[in-house]
């Protein structure tokens, strides 16, 4: 079983957003037999073609230039350097071949991706390129009959990939989040579901659970890429859900299962896990992949 892995992908900066927490899931799964240290396959940069599918130019220069200004980091909130780029950078190309790994195997698993806030012009929350907007509309310029969903479980909204991706027919974005959180301003995804603060598991995976029913339903999406946040944690500083470790491992067992049902290919990424604790949100990451390869290996 393959996974996207860099450990580049770990920068060494204070911030809220703890970039070990990638090198952690993936030692984990090595060290617990899930995957093997020779399967680990590290991601490339991406095309500067690939990049404009999803973003402005200026911003895109702004990026390969590495001339991030103050105003910029301010956006993102977050210190940006040269490490920090290349990182984001590789993030996406991760998610990328992780799409190339799906169209060919059924399913590519990347730890690390899903910088749902970043917008066509401008970085936001921690996130400065959209590797989901990315991956997605390079995937569907080399297969135009592909009809792909985004099921966006993090605890805040994908704001920046719902705004990239409103006109694609394509690609239908479903973004279920705590409705009271940032981003202060929604954008509008094909589908948001809002849920109130401290909503519980049960609540939390029945609501998601009909929705992406629906959505299976009508648009029958055969590539899913599913942005698997680890924020909806009850324990998460930055998230205000209440689900339990048992609660996000059911969600992740329900989505691929919806996946394996109807036969869609599959894209996993990871993101949000601000828990007090690394090793939680480690191991709610750890739990993600582990149950993907469970349920979806027979594809
Ligand atoms: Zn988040």
């Known amino acids: 079983m393959k996974l996207i892995y860099s450990p580049l992908y770990t920068i060494e900066v204070a911030h809220k957003f703890k970039t070990e927490k990638f090198e952690k899931t993936c030692a984990l799964l090595i060290k617990n037999k899930i995957i093997k240290e020779e399967k680990i396959i590290e991601p490339e940069m991406p095309r500067e073609e690939d990049l404009l599918l999803a973003h402005s130019s200026k911003w895109v220069k702004k990026i390969l230039d590495m001339k991030i200004n103050p105003a910029d980091e301010l956006t993102a909130e977050m210190p940006i350097n040269k490490e920090v780029i290349f990182a984001h950078l590789l993030h996406c190309g991760g998610t990328c071949k992780a799409a ?3 169209s060919k195997e059924g399913f590519g698993l990347h730890c690390g991706g899903g910088a749902h806030h970043a917008h066509k012009n401008y970085g936001a929350g921690f996130c400065l390129i959209n590797d989901l907007a990315v991956a997605s509309k390079k995937l569907l310029k080399e297969n135009p009959a592909l009809k792909i969903l985004i099921a966006d479980l993090d605890v805040h909204q994908g704001d920046g990939t719902a705004e990239i991706l409103s006109k694609e027919k394509n690609i239908f974005t479903f973004s279920a989040h705590s409705k009271n959180i940032y981003p202060e301003k929604k954008a509008k995804s094909s589908l948001d579901l ?106």
């Open 100 to 102: 190339e790994i799906a």
């Open 194 to 299: 809002e849920f109130e603060p401290k909503t519980k598991g049960t609540e939390y995976n029945e609501a998601v659970y009909k929705n992406l029913c629906s959505v299976f339903e009508f648009f029958k999406p055969n590539v899913v890429f599913y942005n698997a946040g680890a924020d909806v944690y009850e324990k998460d500083t930055l998230g205000d859900l209440s689900l339990s470790f048992s609660d996000i491992e059911k969600r992740d067992q329900m989505v691929f299962e919806l996946i394996k049902k109807h036969s869609a290919k599959a894209v996993v990424t990871l993101s949000g896990g601000y828990a007090q604790d690394i090793k939680d949100t480690v191991k709610i990451h750890y739990n993600t992949i582990k149950k993907a390869i469970e349920v979806l290996k027979e594809i």
